[in-house]
């Protein structure tokens, strides 16, 4: 119970507070994706950043637990819920809500004595197939992630860019050449398997890939047929038209150059930024990405309702500065999330000193699809 700093008006103790080991709620003695060891953890999500080793006790979405136990072991202490159903954790009433960020990502609402917190993890709202769809929930103060928190940042409508995308594969097919894409393995991959047309020619998925799928199967999400580079059936003339589906750390690997000459993308939010892409060394880069764009950032919080925002990583001070700007209370706590999300490729640091316009600038529309080559 260390910090009581009241909200503006001097209300009721605030339910979320930033501490050493991370956000932590003192009513109900927990924390949420704490990036210490902690008794209670509440996880929005399984990405490395925010689901860390440690915990004595977990509470997660159900569709969250296949990938959870795979990464930090089949015997931790996890307690699922359902999306909406609330539990007394300290007297403290939490529910998870979809995030549409993966699959089994999840909001934290906190209830407690007529004040309502909401902790988003990270969210997106753009349509994906592969888990629940964002679910705005009304609350007095919302904690956001601000991950493209730049006005820089407007993701072309996915339905657009799953259609260059197939003809941009279905050209390297045709070519006779496969056509590989770096994908992070747990979330983005399966948004792109989900999206592309699987009519073009076989999808083959590194093994990283593969275990993901198969998690996402398992919590029945439809994904088309996919292989590995090493079943049988898979033959040459079949590679030559494939779509290769890799995590980043795969490229310039032994595995990836039994491909032999092809063609590449790279899918990322960070791709929006010129000069991301040569950095990269791809023949492509696909603005796909798992986290709210800077107008979905600002659409999620008018939709809670919420009268203060705290935000946690990302552009920080730029999103504050906006929120202030529009009349609503806003802070920031300090947070070790973001050094092994879907999107943080390495790119991000590049991205900040590559971006000409400082905060609150504007790039025409032109900025948002792929240069020209
Ligand atoms: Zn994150
Ligand atoms: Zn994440």
């Known amino acids: 119970m260390t910090n009581h700093a009241a909200t503006a008006g001097g209300s009721s103790p605030d339910l979320v507070v930033a501490t050493p080991r991370g956000l932590y709620c003192p009513p109900g003695d927990f924390y949420i994706d704490p990036w210490r060891p902690v008794e209670r953890a509440v996880i929005t999500h399984a990405h490395a950043d925010h689901a860390r080793r440690g915990h004595a006790h977990y509470l997660a979405h159900a569709d969250a637990a296949p990938v959870l136990r795979a990464r930090l072991g089949a015997d931790i202490a996890l307690q699922t819920l359902g999306y909406g159903e609330p539990v007394s954790v300290g007297g403290v009433q939490v529910s998870l809500h979809p995030a549409g960020h993966v699959l089994g990502s999840a909001q934290v609402r906190l209830a407690h004595r007529g004040a309502v917190w909401v902790a988003s993890g990270d969210y997106k709202l753009d349509p994906d197939p592969t888990c629940a769809p964002f679910e705005p929930v009304r609350c007095n103060v919302f904690i956001t992630e601000s991950t493209f928190g730049l006005p820089i940042y407007r993701w072309p409508d996915s339905a657009t860019l799953f259609g260059e995308l197939n003809r941009w594969w279905a050209a390297a097919a045709d070519a006779g050449r496969p056509a590989v894409l770096y994908a992070y393995a747990f979330g983005k991959a399966q948004r792109v398997l989900a999206g592309v047309d699987p009519s073009i020619g076989p999808l083959v998925c590194h093994g990283a890939v593969q275990a993901l799928n198969a998690a996402y199967r398992a919590q029945g999400v439809a994904l088309p047929p996919t292989w590995r580079v090493t079943d049988a059936g898979l033959d040459a003339a079949g590679l030559r038209r494939a779509l290769v589906i890799a995590p980043p750390s795969a490229a310039g690997s032994p595995w990836l150059r039994r491909f032999g000459a092809h063609t590449d993308a790279f899918a990322s939010g960070w791709m929006q930024v010129r000069g991301a892409r040569r950095r990269r060394g791809v023949d492509r880069g696909w603005v796909l990405s798992d986290h709210a764009d800077w107008p979905g950032l600002q659409r999620a919080?008018?939709?809670?309702?919420?009268?203060?925002?705290?935000?946690?990583?990302?552009?920080?001070?730029?999103?504050?500065?906006?929120?202030?700007?529009?009349?609503?209370?806003?802070?920031?706590?300090?947070?070790?999330?973001?050094?092994?999300?879907?999107?943080?490729?390495?790119?991000?640091?590049?991205?900040?000193?590559?971006?000409?316009?400082?905060?609150?600038?504007?790039?025409?529309?032109?900025?948002?699809?792929?240069?020209?080559r």
Request: net charge negative; proline share 7%.
């Open 301 to 372: 919080i008018a939709a809670t309702g919420a009268s203060r925002v705290i935000v946690t990583h990302g552009s920080v001070d730029t999103l504050v500065r906006w929120l202030r700007e529009h009349g609503l209370q806003a802070d920031r706590f300090s947070t070790e999330y973001g050094g092994d999300d879907d999107d943080d490729d390495g790119l991000a640091g590049a991205a900040t000193a590559d971006a000409p316009p400082g905060p609150g600038a504007d790039l025409p529309d032109a900025a948002s699809s792929e240069p020209a």
